[in-house]
């Protein structure tokens, strides 16, 4: 039989302990530089440590709706709510429903709290409606009849804005950029009310001709009191004051897709116009996705959006018809929850992408991209009440079990100093580089997956204190088992090994498994129970097999283990270690003569 080669350890590697220790020791110092590199060298709190935002949304009936309100439709209001709050970064949101009609929002004071907070209740009705009139609103804003309808030739004159005889500096126009796209030239600009939309298809502005131009009795301001609908249409746009907050907010909500309406926007801050829409030709579920971005070649904010196959059919057909009227009605507002967001004048039949840009920051257009992206929600949602959580009690609740925690680790370690002595120096440094691995970890998922520490993690993690002592305890007591059995301790240590591990594995699959369902099945506080539950466990292999098992490795050869003195926990006496059994040589009596 061939004799083992000499230097080669036992399975698993584990005849260079030093290798493994190593390992975990890089692991360490990686993770702590990340964290401290990152900024965040402690745990993102929940909103029960660190306080927060709590705020109440109540269902509103809509017009011709009666039914609007059920479970299915909040089920799906608190889901978008979700993505939208997450999307922005801020972790732990708690969304939930109270009783038929109530949604209650829970925001942890974090970074992006305060954008969530004016997005949860946002319903992002978005529609693209054609501009019929427009002009500047305010207090001594000139009638309605002044720009009701565009000027005879179709092309302002001089000093005229686009809405007719309503005078304009150039410092008092709002200045924008036509429709554009990746054939436009920079020279072929254009002033536009609002911001300007970009598409893929751009020529240079068709200058209409005499048949192009809408005749009088087609506009539909141009005889109010032909159209009972229209003149009260006219009536709300004369009354309507753009610059006061409540009607800037009522005017067009709730409106049906099918209906013209009246509209504020805004180009310029502190400055408003109002504006009367037709019936909506697109609306935001044609849109596939939306982003903010910063364009490569103006170097601004924009949103990008792409439509869907029918979404992109749609908006072409509407920009390809307003492309050969005269302003304002070559104009298409895009209009969410009631507001204009932008309203450009189109030059050009657009494709599936559009680009909205102009007056835009960075955080204005994320906003608009997110709620874009995830949806218009089902319902209209009011704002009951909105309270601010502090951690006070939270932090009470935190002391308490931190101190229950201290005392249960106390507990341990006083256990496993009277009952195995000398090994429960290893056990020690394995709780204490568990302890590390799991604090860095946290902190930097904090910033990575938005991940919050709440008093449920933290109980999780102080039931892995128990989970992570179980495993030394089942190591050690298969050494002494092989040490009873009248091993000496460095084959008794490789030999525990194998029938450790697999217990140990079991025991942590176990555990991770119902963490993992607990995460899957679970909302809210208790996810970040199985969460850390889940973590700490996957932890607890990663410390016994690369430090638990080599520094026992290391430590068996050292004398004060290595001879089972009283205090190192493997006294052979103490254990009621049996002499090694060995085999009795048979003597065989010697045989006396046979007589003859």
Known sequence: MAAPKKGRGPAGGQGRPGRALALILIAM????????????????????????????????????????????????????????????????????????????????????????????????????????????????????????????????????????????????????????????????????????????????????????????????????????????????????????????????????????????????????????LGPAEVSGADVDDAKGAIDQQSGEWIVSMEFTSAGAKKFQTITGRLAQQQPPMNQFAIVLDGEVVSAPSVRQALSKNAQISGSFDQQSAEDLGNILSYGALPLTFKEVSVTTVTAALGSEQLQAGLIAGAIGLALVIIYLVVYYRGLAFIALLSLLVSGILTYTIMSLLGPAIGFALNLPAVCGAIVAIGITADSFIVYFERVRDEIREGRTLRPAIERAWPRARRTILVSDFVSFLAAAVLFIVTVGKVQGFAFTLGLTTLLDVVVVFLFTKPLMTLMGRTKFFSKGGPWSGLDPKRLGAQPPLRRSRRVNAPTEPKEA
């Open 29 to 276: 110092v990686a993770l702590a530089g990340g964290m401290f590199l990152s900024g965040h060298t402690t745990p993102r709190l929940g909103i029960d440590l660190a306080g927060g935002t709590s705020i109440t949304l109540e269902a509103q009936n809509q017009p011709g709706k009666p039914n609007a309100i059920n479970q299915t439709n909040m089920d799906t209001a608190v889901g978008i709510i979700e993505r939208r709050v997450n999307g922005l970064g801020v972790s732990e949101a708690e969304v939930q429903t109270q009783g038929n009609k109530n949604i209650i929002v829970n925001i942890p004071k974090g970074t992006n709290s305060k954008q969530a907070q004016e997005q949860v209740g946002t319903t992002a009705q978005l529609y693209f409606r054609p501009v019929l009139t427009v002009q500047a609103s305010g207090p001594e804003a000139p009638k309605p009849s002044d720009s009701a309808s565009p000027s005879a030739s179709g092309t302002p004159k001089p000093g005229e804005s686009a809405q007719g005889e309503d005078k304009a500096t150039d410092e008092d126009k709002p200045q924008g950029e036509e429709a554009t796209g990746s054939e436009a030239t920079p020279s072929a600009s254009a002033t536009t009310q609002g911001r300007a939309v970009t598409g893929a298809l751009t020529k240079d502005d068709p200058t209409p001709g005499a048949s192009d131009k809408p005749k009088a009795s087609e506009s539909p301001e141009a005889s109010p009191s032909a159209d009972p609908a229209t003149a009260k249409l006219q009536e709300e746009f004369t009354k309507l004051d753009c610059t006061d907050p409540k009607q800037r907010t009522d005017a067009g909500k709730n409106a049906k897709p099918t209906d013209s309406i009246v509209a504020c926007g805004s180009n310029v801050p502190g400055s408003y116009e109002k504006y009367i």
